[in-house]
Every structure is written in C-alpha cells, then in structure tokens.
C-alpha cells in the first residue's frame, strides 16, 4: 500500500462495501452509517490540523487518516473520484473571490 494511489484506495473502498467483511474497519464504518463516517471525518481534519503545527510525520500520518475517512465518505454517497476531479476541473482558472462576488451580484 506505499505507493496506492487514491484511485487505488478508493476501489478498495468500494469493494470493502459491495463485498461486506466483519472483521474489517471500513466494513464497520459502512454499518454504521453516514453519521458515524461524518464523525470520524471531522475527527480526523481536526487532529490534521493539530497535526500540522507539530511536525511534518505527524501531518502525514493525520493527512492519510483524512483521506481514507473521506474515501469512505464519498464511496458511503455514491460520490466518485471522476466527479471530484469534473468538479476542481471546472474551477480551474477561476478565482474563488470573483466568483464568490458574480454570485452575490447576481442578487
């Protein structure tokens, strides 16, 4: 798993939700449903901005903890990596403040 990429992970997610194992962490996330994978979510992004004033070890550690609790997420929501990278795509190019203010003027 060193060098997983997300893609990677992700299918890994998915299979751990299409095909069930007990004994398995995510399958356990699965079961208990969105709440408890939104918990552990927000847990994790707080302890990766602990993380981030400590050193950069720890951040790692942190950051891939997040990203595996958001893989789980979006696999729980039927949300896929192609609609995540559609998504940064269509931003590309646009500055978030001017786009923020053509949505308020817009009003």
């Known amino acids: 798993m060193a060098n997983q990429t997300f893609e990677e992970l992700y299918k890994l997610v ?3 939700q299409k095909t069930p194992n007990p004994d398995s962490y995510t399958d356990y996330l699965f079961s208990k449903g969105r709440d408890k994978i939104l918990k552990k979510l927000g847990e994790e992004a ?3 901005v602990i993380a981030a004033k400590e050193n950069k ?3 790692q550690y942190e950051a891939a903890d997040l990203v595996f609790h958001l893989m789980v ?3 729980n929501e039927g949300v896929t990596l192609s609609d995540i990278q ?3 795509g269509s931003r590309l190019g646009v500055s978030s403040v001017l786009k923020e203010r053509a949505t308020v003027e817009k009003y």
Do not use: G, M, S
């Open 46 to 48: 707080t302890e990766v």
């Open 73 to 75: 997420l979006l696999v």
């Open 57 to 59: 070890q720890d951040l």
């Open 86 to 88: 559609q998504e940064l």
């Open 14 to 16: 998915l299979a751990r």
